[in-house]
Structure formats: C-alpha cells, structure tokens
C-alpha cells in the first residue's frame, strides 16, 4: 500500500501539553504532507516537507521526517482545546500513474482538554 | 475570497437513483480530484483531474462518474451501480499536476441512502 499509517489513532491531552503524532510510509516518497480536518469540514494543509529535508516549523508546528526510517512527525507544542481534530499525513509520489496523487493515512484524532 | 465550494451539504439518495454532487473552485487551480472518507479511514481517491476535459480513475471508481469541462467545475455522479454509497464526499483542487502543491478542499457533501 502506497498509503501512510498514523499512530496513535487517538490522543487526549490536557491544554498546554505536547502532542507528537506519527506517520509511517512503506515506499520512497518525494513529499509528505500534514492536513487537518475538523468534525464534519473539509481538510487544512499545514505543513509540506519534502524527502530532502529532516525538519519544518510552523508556529506551533514541527514535522520531522526520516527517510531512512520511512517515517515522520507532526509535534504540536503547548496545545489548545482549539486543535481538537484529525490529522492526516498524506505522501507522494510523483512517478509514472502516481504524479499528482496523494495517498491519505487513517489520521490520529486528537482532544485537548481544556 | 478564494475557494472551493461542495453543495449541496447533505444529500439523501433513493435506491436506483442517480444523484450529482456539485464542486467548482474560483482558485483558478488545474487539477481536481474527489474522495470519498468513511468513518475511521481515510480518504480514499475516487477520480481526479488534471486538466480540462481530461480525468483518470482513483483506486475505487467503480459506480461514479465524472465530467470535467470547466476548468472551475468537477461534478461527481454517484450512480445506481454504487451499492454502498453513504461517506462523506471531498473535493479538492490543487494549482498543477504536481504534487508539490497543497491541495485545497472543500467542506463536503455527505450522502446517505433513503
């Protein structure tokens, strides 16, 4: 399967703490991508790091990706009941029939406390 | 403001009925493509877009149809052929076929059997 598998499939933390989720991949990618999916709405893009890279920020974002280990990680620093959702990795590809497609995981769903 | 915008939000469909679920962007955007997601998995690709008057099958096209003749519009039919046609239904559009680019998405129409 060309898809990602994220883990855990579900996190609950109280406001202010970290949240890591991971996301783990079988084939060569050429981009791993992170989006964000609230209860019943479409999906955000947050954060794209390309397999020539180890590390991304974003505000309260950090994404780690190991090409040798075949996996990455979306970090969340001092959380807030507002980023309550599902987070998806996403890969790609970029050869032959997969050019342009992106293969989805099953997403962590995430709860922050308040 | 820019976006993609799915109607209707909640569709009810009759056995043996053929239904049309509406996507059109005002990004400007080459490609398109439609997922289905069912509770706990991911998105799954239904059919997808690069170009105008141009489309190709995702892994489960089996019971849909698509037209692309705008470049702002990619209607999806979920026809009678499709057994088990209740999820949530995504569109999504991307500036070109790279997969580089993030994808933006609308939020969804959900479809549940009558």
């Known amino acids: 399967s060309q898809q990602g598998e994220e883990d855990p499939q579900a996190l609950s933390i109280q406001e202010g703490e970290n949240a890591t989720m991971n996301c783990s991949y079988k084939?060569?990618?050429?981009?791993l991508q992170w989006y964000r999916q609230n209860s019943g709405r479409g999906l955000v893009h947050l954060i794209l790091?390309?397999?020539?890279?180890r590390e991304k920020h974003s505000g309260r974002l950090r994404v780690t990706l190991d090409t040798s280990k075949k996996s990455s990680s979306l970090l969340i620093t001092a959380s807030r009941a507002a980023d309550t959702a599902s987070y998806f990795c996403?890969?790609?590809?970029?050869?032959?029939?997969?050019?342009?497609?992106?293969?989805f995981g099953r997403g962590t769903q995430l709860t922050v406390w308040p | 403001d820019g976006g993609i915008t799915q109607s209707p939000k909640y569709l009810f469909r009759k056995e043996g009925q053929n239904v049309t679920l509406s996507c059109e962007q005002n990004?400007?955007?080459?490609?398109m493509y439609w997922y289905r997601q069912d509770p706990g998995q991911g998105l799954r690709l239904i059919y997808y877009?690069?170009?105008?008057?141009?489309?190709q099958k995702g892994d489960i096209a089996e019971g849909y149809s698509v037209s692309r003749e705008k470049k702002e519009s990619f209607p999806l039919t979920v026809t009678s052929a499709q057994k088990n046609p209740t999820a949530f239904y995504l569109c999504?559009?991307?500036?070109?076929?790279?997969?580089?680019?993030?994808?933006?998405f609308g939020d969804g129409t959900r479809l549940s059997i009558l």
């Open positions: 990004l400007n955007h080459d490609a």
């Open positions: 999504a559009s991307s500036p070109g076929t790279g997969s580089h680019q993030p994808q933006h």
């Open positions: 790091i390309r397999s020539n890279e």
């Open positions: 996403a890969t790609a590809y970029d050869r032959g029939s997969t050019l342009g497609r992106l293969y």
């Open positions: 877009s690069q170009i105008v008057n141009d489309f």
């Open positions: 084939t060569s990618i050429n981009n």
